[in-house]
């Protein structure tokens, strides 16, 4: 069945070192992956997104990979600061013939060691 | 958070009592979304709706109810039917289609 997944629901990372997320994913047919940002108490952020034509995407301090051979979604988060401690979650986004559907992860919790 | 906003932040149900959660938009997207969030978990899709006076139901549409009367809201009703309604509910909107999802701050509900 479709699934979205992470490796790792918690990493705990020391401040100013690079952050690296992970997820899997089981739909080859999927067409647009998104990254979110939870923090505690609030709604998810939209970080950065990738189509399935990249294998990469860069943002401010934040890269996304893309590897469709093994259906694998990274979330790199250089330089990490205390204000990145979050819940982060990807999602998959199918495209149908006249509908899309949304598969979100159950997240990985980001903490960062001072 | 963006252009969306979710009211009340917290909001007690009890016991047999029909409770309703606002959503409001100001982005002029077509489509809106109500997920529900338990704890340590991902976002499960309870209605959708892609267009003013039409909605579809989700994965987990039992015991809620929506309206869309108009572009902007998008209330959920948690009916006295949703047995176990404590939950964290966040509302969704974009232009349709697979297009990028912003979300709003969230309502958590608590029974009494």
């Known amino acids: 069945g479709e699934s979205v997944g992470l490796h790792l629901p918690t990493l705990s990372v020391q401040e100013g070192d690079n952050s690296i997320i992970n997820c899997a994913y089981s739909?080859?047919?999927?067409?647009?992956f998104i990254w979110y940002k939870q923090e505690s108490g609030k709604g998810p952020q939209f970080i950065i997104d990738?189509?399935?034509?990249?294998d990469k995407r860069q943002g401010q301090r934040v890269t996304v990979l893309l590897n469709k051979t093994v259906k694998h979604l990274s979330l790199q988060i250089a330089a990490t600061q205390p204000g990145d401690s979050a819940v982060y979650f990807c999602a998959e986004i199918i495209y149908y013939s006249s509908a899309s559907k949304i598969i979100f992860g159950s997240g990985t919790r980001l903490s960062i060691r001072p | 958070d963006g252009g969306i906003t979710q009211s009340p932040k917290y909001l007690f149900r009890k016991e047999g009592q029909n409770v309703t959660l606002s959503c409001e938009q100001n982005?002029?997207?077509?489509?809106m979304y109500w997920y529900r969030q338990d704890p340590g978990q991902g976002l499960r899709l309870i209605y959708y709706s892609q267009i003013v006076n039409d909605f579809q139901k989700g994965d987990i549409a039992e015991g809620y109810s929506v309206s869309r009367e108009k572009k902007e809201s998008f209330p959920l009703t948690v009916t006295s039917a949703q047995k176990n309604p404590t939950a964290f509910y966040l509302c969704a909107s974009n232009r349709g289609g697979g297009e990028t999802q912003y979300f709003g701050p969230g309502t958590r509900l608590l029974v009494l």
């Open positions: 990738i189509r399935s034509n990249m």
């Open positions: 739909n080859s047919a999927s067409d647009y």
């Open positions: 982005l002029n997207h077509d489509a």
